[in-house]
T-cell receptor, first 116, second 112 residues
């Protein structure tokens, strides 16, 4: 089946630094990619939707200047957590949709971010 | 707004035991309902789905029935295997399409 590669799987950083997470669709073109965040014992929450070549659409309550999303090609989207703080520590997951069919949605394996 | 609530884990079972993971939802209209599974080190994968009331989704021995009267979509398997150890996510998508709404996930650990 279709594969989405997400890197890194785990990152530890100091408070105030920026962290970039990559999401790649390996064997299909993804016009749309999604970024989710999950805090411990809470639901997986959609943060933003990115469409190739255009600005991302952020969910209510998600700071677009803090969570920078770039979707410059049909196979790569990146999420940069800028000036990370301990409260940003969370599990981040990306997904990529092949075409416009919502059933063709494939997920990365996630990134555990720990901010010290 | 729409929401999904699933039973807290972790759930620990012996091999060949019966599994139920409860999932209830709140939504307007007639959402589609899904179960996703995440095996260790892998991304979420669609396990099964149901798109209308009384539909039963099934795959790999797992089943879930869309119960509109109880707003539930409980996941069941008659005899679990060690290889079923994973995190299971219940989710819904509204009848107008739109984003997936997930529950918090339930970790299942099956011991030999």
């Amino acid at each position: 089946g279709a594969v989405v590669s997400q890197h890194p799987s785990r990152v530890i950083c100091k408070s105030g630094t920026s962290v970039k997470i990559e999401c790649r669709s390996l064997d299909f073109q993804a016009t749309t990619m999604f970024w989710y965040r999950q805090f411990p014992k809470q639901s997986l929450m959609l943060m933003a939707t990115s469409n190739e070549g255009s600005k991302a659409t952020y969910e209510q309550g998600v700071e677009k200047d803090k969570f920078l999303i770039n979707h410059a090609s049909l196979t790569l989207s990146t999420l940069t957590v800028t000036s990370a703080h301990p409260e940003d520590s969370s599990f981040y997951i990306c997904s990529a949709r092949e075409g416009t069919d919502n059933e063709k949605l494939f997920f990365g394996s996630g990134t555990q971010l720990s901010v010290l | 707004g729409n929401s999904v609530t699933q039973m807290e884990g972790p759930v620990t079972l012996s091999e060949e035991a019966f599994l139920t993971i409860n999932c209830t939802y709140t939504a307007t209209g007639y959402p589609s309902l899904f179960w996703y599974v995440q095996y260790p080190g892998e991304g979420l994968q669609l396990l099964l789905k149901a798109t209308k009331a009384d539909d039963k989704g099934s795959n790999k021995g797992f089943e879930a029935t869309y119960r509109k009267e109880t707003t539930s979509f409980h996941l069941e398997k008659g005899s679990v295997q060690v290889s079923d150890s994973a995190v299971y996510f219940c989710a819904l998508r509204g009848n107008q399409g739109g984003k997936l709404i997930f529950g918090q996930g339930t970790e299942l650990s099956v011991k030999p």
